[in-house]
C-alpha cells in the first residue's frame, strides 16, 4: 500500500458546484498534512495545511479524519480557475513530505 | 520577499553530460528539498539540506546524482552522465527554521536529455 493515496479523477464538475477530494495515509505516525493545487507545467502551489482536525480559508476546507487516516478538501463554489491537479501531501518525520499523485479538477461552465 | 528561486528554468543535455541544478531558498529559510516530477507521476522526494549539512538522502539514486547547499550561495543538484530517464521537471522548495513549516517550491528545472 503506497503510503499517500489520492484517487487521480478527472472530477469533471459545472461552475457553481461543491467538490470534494478524500485523500489515505498509511503512517499513522503522521502529524501534519498539505493541500498543494498544481497546474500544468507549473510548481506546486500550497493552499492548506492541517495539523488538527481541519482547516478553513474561504471556499476551501480540509478535514484530517485520523481514526481512519484521511484528509479531504471540500470546495464550495467552484470557479473555473479552480481547474488544476490537488495534490495530497503528508509530512514525514525526517522533514521532507511524501505526495499522492494527485486528483485532477475540471471546472466546466 | 523573493520566492523561491530555480534556474535554470529549462536544460538541455546530451547523454553522458552533467546536468547541474541550482536553486535559492526564499529569504529567511534554512532548510531545502529536492523534488523530482516524471510526466504523469506524482513528486518524489530525492534529498533535504540545510546548510554544509545533507539531513535525508534516502531519495536519492545511487548513484549519479549528487547535492549541496553551502554555506554561501544556492543548494546545488548535479547529474552526472544524464541518461534518458533523466528528463523530468526538478523542483526545490524551502521552508524557516523548523522542519514542520510549510514548504514553498520553486518554479522548477526541466530537464531533457536528448
Known amino acids: 500500500r503506497k503510503e499517500v493515496e489520492q484517487d487521480p479523477g478527472p472530477f469533471n464538475v459545472p461552475e457553481g458546484a461543491t467538490v470534494a477530494f478524500n485523500c489515505t495515509y498509511s503512517?499513522?505516525?503522521?502529524?501534519?498534512f498539505f493541500w498543494y493545487r498544481q497546474d500544468c507545467r507549473k510548481e506546486p502551489k500550497l493552499l492548506m495545511s492541517v495539523y488538527s482536525s481541519g482547516n478553513e480559508d474561504g471556499r476551501f476546507t480540509a478535514q484530517l479524519n485520523r481514526a481512519s487516516q484521511y484528509i479531504s478538501l471540500l470546495i464550495r463554489d467552484s470557479k473555473l480557475s479552480d481547474s488544476a491537479t490537488y495534490l495530497c501531501?503528508?509530512?514525514?518525520?525526517?522533514?521532507?513530505?511524501?505526495f499522492g499523485k494527485g486528483t485532477k479538477l475540471s471546472v466546466k461552465p | 520577499n523573493a520566492g523561491v528561486m530555480q534556474n535554470p528554468r529549462h536544460l538541455v543535455r546530451r547523454r553522458g553530460q552533467e546536468a547541474r541544478l541550482r536553486c535559492s531558498p526564499m529569504?529567511?529559510?534554512?532548510?531545502v528539498y529536492w523534488y523530482r516530477q516524471l510526466p504523469e507521476e506524482g513528486l518524489k522526494f530525492m534529498v533535504y539540506l540545510q546548510k554544509e549539512n545533507i539531513i535525508d538522502e534516502s531519495g536519492m539514486p545511487k548513484e549519479r546524482f549528487s547535492a549541496e547547499f553551502p554555506k554561501e550561495g544556492p543548494s546545488i543538484l548535479r547529474i552526472q552522465q544524464v541518461v534518458r530517464g533523466d528528463s523530468a521537471a526538478y523542483f526545490c522548495a524551502s521552508s524557516p527554521i523548523s522542519s514542520y513549516n510549510e514548504q514553498f517550491f520553486g518554479p522548477g528545472t526541466r530537464l531533457t536529455v536528448l
Open positions: 503512517n499513522s505516525a503522521s502529524q501534519s
Open positions: 529569504k529567511g529559510h534554512s532548510h
Open positions: 501531501g503528508s509530512l514525514r518525520s525526517q522533514g521532507n513530505l511524501i
